[in-house]
């Protein structure tokens, strides 16, 4: 079966796409547990989202200066 992990951006927005195949569910979990990317993923087969993973980093609060 075809999987997408969606990499996501600091504000939580899709930045990049990684694709594969698996042969169940089970083992693209555990493929896609495997990579670490700093604000997370959301990893889908078709239109079904089977899982998100927190990112290990936290975005950074931007202060205004005047």
Do not use: I
């Amino acid at each position: 079966m075809d999987y997408r992990l969606y990499v996501l951006d600091s504000v939580g927005k899709f930045a990049d796409v990684e694709e594969w195949n698996c042969p169940s569910d089970v083992e693209a979990l555990e493929q896609a547990s495997r990579h670490v990317h700093s604000f997370g993923a959301e990893l889908w087969q078709g239109n079904r989202r089977l899982s998100t993973f927190a990112g290990p980093l936290e975005p950074r609060a931007q202060v205004a200066r005047g």
